[in-house]
Nanobody
Framework: QVQLVESGGGLVQAGGSLRLSCAAS??????MGWFRQAPGKEREFVAR????????LYADSVKDRFTISRDNAKNTMYLRMNSLKPEDTAVYYC?????????????????WGQGTQVTVSS
């Protein structure tokens, strides 16, 4: 049974940092990524990483502030978020892709975690 479990969300002041984790179990994946969803908005792409090559892709809104990484031995993906802004406030979801795709779009993903809340106060 595939499980993705996120952790690390919380409340932080603008300019602060947080690190999210996503622990995967049940199988290996081609790509893993992070999406976020703010109240009243659609779920949007944040970043993704290739599990085999480590190649990364970021949304323009988080480039140079967020860093996605993975630990293959622990089957865990991370999102280091620096210089957080109030507009980064959202529920952050971990997703996993089981077959070849870009990992850039919501429809690419086969599995999702339950989400973790990130709130950035001004």
């Amino acid at each position: 049974q595939v499980q993705l479990v996120e952790s690390g969300g919380g409340l932080v002041q603008a300019g602060g940092s947080l690190r999210l984790s996503c622990a995967a179990s049940g199988r290996t994946f081609y790509i893993m990524g992070w999406f976020r969803q703010a109240p009243g908005k659609e779920r949007e792409f944040v970043a993704r990483i290739s599990w085999t090559t480590g190649a990364t892709l970021y949304a323009d809104s988080v480039k140079d502030r967020f860093t996605i990484s993975r630990d293959n031995a622990k089957n865990t993906m991370y999102l280091r978020m620096n210089s957080l802004k109030p507009e980064d406030t959202a529920v952050y979801y971990c997703g996993a892709v089981a077959r070849y795709s870009s990992g850039r779009y919501y429809s690419d993903y086969d599995y999702w975690g339950q989400g973790t809340q990130v709130t950035v106060s001004s």
